[in-house]
Nanobody, 115 residues
């Protein structure tokens, strides 16, 4: 079992920055890919970014050049640095981890970007 705890959400003005963190605990020895997804009101959950154990990254087109995903394998923590935030980035952001073929989700962190 893997438990995920997100932190770093909040309210920010357009153009501002936030950093989200997600710490994994429990059976973390073989964590594989880690990532972030988001779900805006009335919309489906969508990919934000993912990162493999080796550091390969993948981003949604909507966040490329503005968001940076990283991970600290020693701390079992994944981060996403979000710059140049836009009102359309407003959503609940969910941490996602793959471990031994099972997918785990955090409870979500609300990010609100005001115009």
């Amino acid at each position: 079992q893997v438990q995920l705890v997100e932190s770093g959400g909040g309210l920010v003005q357009a153009g501002g920055s936030l950093r989200l963190s997600c710490a994994a605990s429990g059976s973390t020895f073989s964590i594989d890919a880690m990532g972030w997804y988001r779900q805006a009101p009335g919309k489906q959950r969508e990919l934000v970014a993912t990162i493999t154990t080796g550091g390969s990254t993948n981003y949604a087109d909507s966040v490329k050049g503005r968001f940076t995903i990283s991970r600290d394998n020693a701390k079992n923590t994944v981060y996403v640095q979000m710059n140049s935030l836009k009102p359309e980035d407003t959503a609940v952001y969910y941490c996602n981890v793959h471990y031994s073929g099972v997918e785990y989700w955090g409870k979500g962190a609300l990010v609100t970007v005001s115009s």
